[in-house]
């Protein structure tokens, strides 16, 4: 079993991605309080490692803290520009807020194929961000697209 203190030693990628996982479900079950810490935990242990920001914004998303989810994404992509999971979620984020650059986002995660999961998430999305502007039910409901995360490997 893993400990924190092999967690701080950054031996186990897959252990952090569970975790941010479990974070999801977490929110997914309407804990986004408990969500929010243990996320906001993972990233305090472990800075340099994105994931758990990523969760953290989808779970402010999830609570209706929308805007300040979608601010913290293009803050992260900045400090990682590299991170296509971060520009999947706010691809997501930017067609639930009904603001344009998702498709674009989308279409980046797509051709760099570096990470499944950001491509499920962009396939998934991409034809919502196509189509023209419609209102969006309450954007505190939960954020749907982002169930598949928690089921694939």
């Known amino acids: 079993m893993m400990n924190a203190r092999a967690l701080r030693e950054g031996t186990d990628r897959t252990l952090l ?23 906001a935990s993972l990233a305090e242990v472990k800075p340099d490692i994105p994931f758990p920001l990523v969760g953290l914004a989808i779970v402010r998303a999830r609570s209706g803290r929308l805007e300040q989810a979608i601010d913290e994404l293009r803050r992260l992509i900045a400090r ?9 979620s706010l691809g997501m984020l930017l067609v639930q807020a009904n603001q344009g650059g998702a498709a674009e986002l989308f279409n980046e995660v797509l051709d760099s194929g570096t990470d499944p999961h950001a491509v499920n998430v962009a396939q998934s999305c991409l034809d919502l961000a196509r189509k023209p502007s419609e209102p969006q039910a309450d954007s505190s409901e939960t954020l749907e697209y982002f169930r598949h995360m928690n089921v694939r490997p």
């Not at 569970?18 to 810490?37: D, I, K, N, V, W």
């Not at 990682?80 to 999947?88: G, L, M, Q, R, V």
Request: aromatic residues 6%; glycine residues 6%.
């Open 80 to 88: 990682y520009p590299d991170c296509e999971i971060a520009k999947a």
């Open 17 to 39: 991605e569970r975790l941010t996982e479990t974070g999801f479900l977490a929110s997914e079950c309407g804990l986004h309080a408990e969500a929010e810490q243990l996320l």
